[in-house]
C-alpha cells in the first residue's frame, strides 16, 4: 500500500496498531473512532469525475483507502452477481453520485477527433462516432460506458473550491497554463511550486480554450476550460484559480492579486500575440522563477501514448461494452425469474 505522505503526520498508532488522528485523547471514553472508507477503480487518465468521487467518498469518513485495479472493470461478474454483494449484506456499503459530462473513453475520443471545438461538438456525427469506436460493443450501448454532455454549475465549483483567502504572511504565487488532462506531471510541478514558501498561497491562471489552441495548435485543449477549472481546484496544492487568465503576466494582473513570486515550469514558454515574452513584467520585477519538477510527463506524451495505442483502446473498450452488456442480459433474466417465482407463490 502507497501512503499519501501528506497524511503521514495526520496519524499516530495505538496500542494494538490501530491508526488514531494525532493528538488524540488516550482516554477511552474521548477516544474518537476512525472511519475508515475504501473505495476502487481503474482511475485511468485521472479526471475531475474521479476527483468527485474521491472527495464525496472523503467526506463519508476520517481515512480514505483507495484501490487501483489492474484492469478496466465493471462492478459485476458476467453472470450478473455484485461484487459488492458482501459488504452491501454487512451494511457497509454507500454510492457517491456520479459526476455527468466526462469519462476516460470521452476523453480519448476527443484526443482521436481533430477538431478545434470537439468537447463542444457532442452531438455531431463525426464526434459520435468516434466515441462509438471505443465504447461500443456489437450488441449496442450499455448504460456504463459512453458519453453525456458535460455542464458546469456555481455548485461545482464550489464543491472543489477550498474558500480560503490569502492571510497576512501569506506568500502569493501565481502559476499560469492550460493543464490540459491534468496529469501527476501537473501535480509534481504544483508541488514543487507550494514548496517555494512557508506558508504558500498557490494561483493558478487558465487559459481560454482559443487561447491554448493559438499557442499549441491541433485539436488542443482536450478538455475545455470549465473541466480544467474543476480538475485544477482537485489539487491540494492549489488555493485559487482564475478562470479565463490573460496569456501575458502583466503588471494589472500581479497588482491585483498581490503576487509575490511567478513560476513557470520546463515546459515551452510560447510568445505572445505580439512575439513578446508574457513573463517580461514578473522578470523585470524580480520575482520570476523557473522550477523543475523533475518530472518529464506532458500532455503531449498521453495524447501521443492514445494515438499509438488506438487500436488496444479500442479492442479494450470493446470487449468491456460487450461484457457490460452480458451482465444487463443476466440481470433481466435473473429478474424475470424472481418476478415468475414471486407470481407462483402468490398464486398458492
Known sequence: MIKNGHHAADEQQDEAGRSKPAGSVHSPDKRKRVVR?????????????????????KAMGDYLIAGVHTDDDITLTVDGKDTYEEVKRAGRYRECRRTQGVSTTDLVGRMLLMTKAHHSNIDNPDYQQHTDNFGKGPKGHSPWTGVSQFLQTSQKI????????????????????????????????????????????????????QEVNRYKGKNYPIMNIHERTLSVLACRYVSEVVIGAPYAVGKDLLDHFKVDLVCHGK?????????????????????????????????????????????????????????????????KKRDQLEQSEAAAQNAH
Open 267 to 331: 515546459t515551452e514558454v510560447f510568445p505572445d500575440k505580439d512575439e513578446s515574452d508574457p513573463y517580461a513584467e514578473p522578470k523585470r520585477r524580480g520575482i520570476f522563477r523557473a522550477i523543475d519538477s523533475g518530472n518529464n510527463l506532458t500532455t503531449d506524451d498521453i495524447v501521443q501514448r492514445i494515438i499509438e495505442n488506438r487500436l488496444q483502446f479500442e479492442a479494450r473498450n470493446q470487449k468491456k461494452e460487450a461484457k457490460e452488456m452480458a451482465v444487463i442480459e443476466a440481470m
Open 158 to 209: 464550489i464543491q472543489f473550491a477550498s474558500g480560503k483567502e490569502p492571510q497576512p504572511g501569506d506568500t502569493i504565487i501565481y502559476v499560469a497554463g492550460a493543464f490540459d488532462l491534468f496529469h501527476i506531471g501537473h501535480v509534481d510541478f504544483l508541488e514543487m511550486v507550494y514548496k517555494q514558501a512557508e506558508r504558500p498561497y498557490v494561483i493558478v491562471g487558465l487559459h481560454f480554450d
Open 37 to 57: 472508507l475504501w473505495c476502487d477503480g481503474c482511475y485511468d487518465m485521472v479526471h475531475y469525475g474521479h476527483s468527485n468521487q474521491l472527495r464525496q467518498a
